[in-house]
């Protein structure tokens, strides 16, 4: 990698991570639906057209990570034994990553605004179904199922499930104001789904 362009990555991320706190700035204070992506421009100091350089949508904004996310998930299951079963490996994967810690003050008005707003739970089910794709091979071969065999709709199920696990944990926790363990959470939505609570 040339210094060039070392340089020139350093600046496209402090761009995206000023045009994101501005952006986040103004949803927390105005509302999702009521800021405009021409105000975010605006406030952050750039064209419509470079807002677009860097987001595809507003929505984007609010959840760009999750999709990168998924990565840091699969490399988490990967790293952990396959003799591991898939519930129990998608959990330490996911606590890995932090998935299940979080900063209780702002994402409590991020995920309550996520979750009263239609347009984003749509683009966040969109990523987790790439969190999906990503992660269902792993647990194919957790379960000895042979790559090639897309016949059984187990692990996919599987991996469908826990990530509602995650998604019902989480309106949960925003329903009672942050103040739950999220991971234990989790940990009841999936034995609840798993008929072992």
């Given amino acids: 990698m040339s210094i060039e362009t070392s340089l020139w990555q350093r600046s496209r991320r402090a761009a995206y991570e000023e045009i994101t706190s501005v952006a986040m ?13 021409d105000q975010i421009a605006s406030s952050a100091g750039i064209s419509r057209r470079s807002f677009f350089r860097y987001f595809g949508t507003k929505e ?77 091979p792993d647990i194919r071969r957790r379960l000895g199922i042979a790559e090639d065999d897309v016949t059984n709709p187990a692990p996919a199920a599987i991996v469908a499930s826990a990530i509602a696990c995650l998604d019902a944990a989480g309106e949960v926790w925003v329903e009672g104001d942050g103040l739950a363990d999220l991971a234990s959470l989790y940990d009841q939505a999936v034995a609840g789904v798993r008929g072992t609570s």
Avoid: N
Avoid at 26 to 36: A, I, K, R, S, V
């Fill in 25 to 37: 700035g103004l949803f927390l204070e105005q509302g999702f639906e009521p800021t405009t992506i």
């Fill in 60 to 136: 984007d904004i609010v959840l760009g990570d999750l999709a990168s996310q998924g990565e840091l998930v699969l490399a988490a299951l990967e790293r952990i034994p396959p003799t591991v079963g898939p519930w129990e490996a998608l959990r330490e994967a996911l606590h890995a990553v932090d998935a299940l810690t979080i900063d209780p003050e702002v994402t409590l008005k991020i995920a309550r605004m996520m979750y009263q707003t239609s347009s984003l739970r749509s683009r966040s089910i969109e990523k987790h179904l790439h969190w999906q794709a990503l992660l269902v």
